[in-house]
T-cell receptor
Framework: DAGITQSPRHKVTETGTPVTLRCHQTENHRYMYWYRQDPGHGLRLIHYSYGVKDTDKGEVSDGYSVSRSKTEDFLLTLESATSSQTSVYFC??????????????FGPGTRLTVL | QQQVKQSPQSLIVQKGGISIINCAYENTAFDYFPWYQQFPGKGPALLIAIRPDVSEKKEGRFTISFNKSAKQFSLHIMDSQPGDSATYFCAALFTGAGSYQLTFGKGTKLSVIP
């Protein structure tokens, strides 16, 4: 998985609790992304980062925040988890902005269940 | 608003047959179209990609056909094998300055039966 680790790999939590997912890369890639994957919806971008402390919203950012204090780490936080945030979360990285030769490499995913 | 529509949702093909997955897009600014392959429990991985200035790209048993006027593109898997059983996602991207967002189709689950 291209030097990308995600932690935890599985998590079960209760509604209303805060949750933080971590993505760690060893590739020194500038761009990092958080996606969620749900049946019938494919992959949808939550937030992305184009450098340390530089982040922006994606398609489905409501209820999520991110932080990137180091090149190698990108954190996704659910401030108050809801059942609608039950999903599989994928982190991705790319060396440059997406396009030919600058593919996004995906991590192994985190399965989050909110009860 | 779904900008990339993918069909079918699922596909069953006999070993040795041809698998065909179709995608249509709406935004004419898209200029890069990758396909991703995902096995159960794994993250998606880039399979093959095309730019709209070519009508076809082939890599081994995998071919992308692109129809710019119809705003459609498709993945053909020739001589399909059980090891090709996976979920396939088409995607689209505008590679202009400041753009980072891949827009994915909803995915096609392919099952190749022996």
């Amino acid at each position: 998985d291209a030097g990308i680790t995600q932690s935890p790999r599985h998590k079960v939590t209760e509604t209303g609790t805060p949750v933080t997912l971590r993505c760690h890369q060893t590739e020194n890639h500038r761009y990092m992304y958080w996606y969620r994957q749900d049946p019938g919806h494919g992959l949808r971008l939550i937030h992305y980062s184009y450098g340390v402390k530089d982040t922006d919203k994606g398609e489905v950012s409501d209820g999520y925040s991110v932080s990137r204090s180091k090149t190698e780490d990108f954190l996704l936080t659910l401030e108050s988890a809801t059942s609608s945030q039950t999903s599989v979360y994928f982190c991705a990285i790319s060396d440059r902005a997406g396009g030919p030769g600058n593919e996004q490499f995906f991590g192994p995913g985190t399965r989050l269940t909110v009860l | 608003q779904q900008q990339v529509k993918q069909s079918p949702q699922s596909l069953i093909v006999q070993k040795g047959g041809i698998s065909i997955i179709n995608c249509a897009y709406e935004n004419t600014a898209f200029d890069y179209f990758p396909w991703y392959q995902q096995f159960p429990g794994k993250g998606p991985a880039l399979l093959i990609a095309i730019r709209p200035d070519v009508s076809e790209k082939k890599e081994g048993r995998f071919t992308i056909s692109f129809n710019k006027s119809a705003k459609q593109f498709s993945l053909h898997i020739m001589d399909s094998q059980p090891g090709d059983s996976a979920t396939y996602f088409c995607a689209a991207l505008f590679t202009g300055a400041g753009s980072y967002q891949l827009t994915f189709g909803k995915g096609t689950k392919l099952s190749v039966i022996p």
